[in-house]
């Protein structure tokens, strides 16, 4: 296939890309000076070395952002961008400067970054031979890619090769402490949301039923009076419906006729004439 063929069967779009080399972890080693070079393998001819940072706690920060063009191709067909690589290589100073010491290199997929919001990954590092042992270091970057030039039809290739997605965040944590400590603040907000509604609800009634909360202080002693007071009245009132059985005693001996009523025997005797009326007649 000709060189015009193929141009015609694939639409080229430029993007501007933001590279920002975070941090390399997990370094395997406790003391050194390390830097790294990218450059992009394909799609330009972009170039730069990284600030030269010591090595603390086996972590190197270099927080650096990177800025440059690229030129990525897409299938007309299917509108699928294309691989387009940018080698992170990194390096250890040896020698007091003078040369360097490659621990390994990373390539980045920019067509797996393309028009989308800016994304965290970790790559974990290549070895440039098989005969170098493996040093486990993680290098994180964050990138963002903004169409310059070009359609904006196209479709993002799936992520491959040994990379980790992140979230862009100002602390790492694990996936599952993330998301335990995600759960309980959902959680959390959800109990303070109900109860703060279910407060309103009572506050709500209680200004037309009458107050619903319990009192506290001076209202708490002033409702035990009341409470007392009402029980006054209660038990005056049950007193006025009952009989007095010294008065209903009273009441009948005046009520009655003694002399008028016969009687024999002695002691005591209680008469009741036709007409209802009691009489006690005694010696």
């Avoid at 940018?86 to 360097?100: I, L, N, P, T």
């Avoid at 980045?108 to 990954?121: D, K, V, Y």
């Avoid at 309980?184 to 200004?207: C, L, N």
Wanted: hydrophobic fraction near 30%; charged fraction near 25%.
């Amino acid at each position: 296939m000709s060189l015009s063929v193929w141009k015609s069967s694939k639409k080229q779009i430029k993007f501007l890309v933001d590279l920002h080399l975070e941090e390399l972890s997990s370094v395997p080693f406790v003391s050194g000076v390390i830097f790294a070079k990218l450059r992009l393998l394909n799609g330009g001819n972009f170039r730069k070395v990284s600030d030269r940072e010591e090595i603390v706690e086996h972590r190197v920060c270099w927080n650096s952002h990177f800025e440059f063009e690229c030129k990525l191709t897409a299938t007309l067909t299917t509108g699928i961008l294309d691989p387009s690589y940018c080698r992170v290589s990194v390096r250890r100073e040896a020698q007091g400067g003078k040369s360097f010491q490659k621990l390994g290199f990373a390539d980045i997929n920019l067509s797996e970054f393309a028009g989308g919001t800016p994304q965290s990954r970790s790559y974990l590092l290549e070895e440039y031979t098989s005969s170098a042992r493996a040093n486990n270091a993680l290098l994180r970057i964050t990138i963002s890619m903004k169409v310059k030039e070009g359609d904006f039809c196209f479709k993002v290739p799936l992520p491959t090769g040994p990379s980790y997605l992140e979230p862009i965040s100002g602390t790492e944590k694990p996936d599952s402490e993330e998301g335990q400590t995600e759960k309980e603040s959902h959680q959390g907000e959800h109990s303070r949301q109900s109860s703060s509604s279910d407060s309103g609800v009572v506050r709500e009634m209680g200004s037309e039923y009458g107050s619903l909360e319990r009192p506290s202080g001076r209202n708490s002693a002033l409702s035990s009076a009341v409470t007392l007071d009402r029980e006054k009245v209660g038990s005056s009132r049950v007193d006025s419906t009952r009989v007095d059985p010294e008065n209903l005693i009273d009441e009948l001996l005046r009520e009655s006729n003694l002399e008028s009523c016969p009687h024999a025997g002695g002691g005591l005797s209680l008469y009741i004439g036709r007409d209802g009326s009691a009489a006690v007649v005694g010696d």
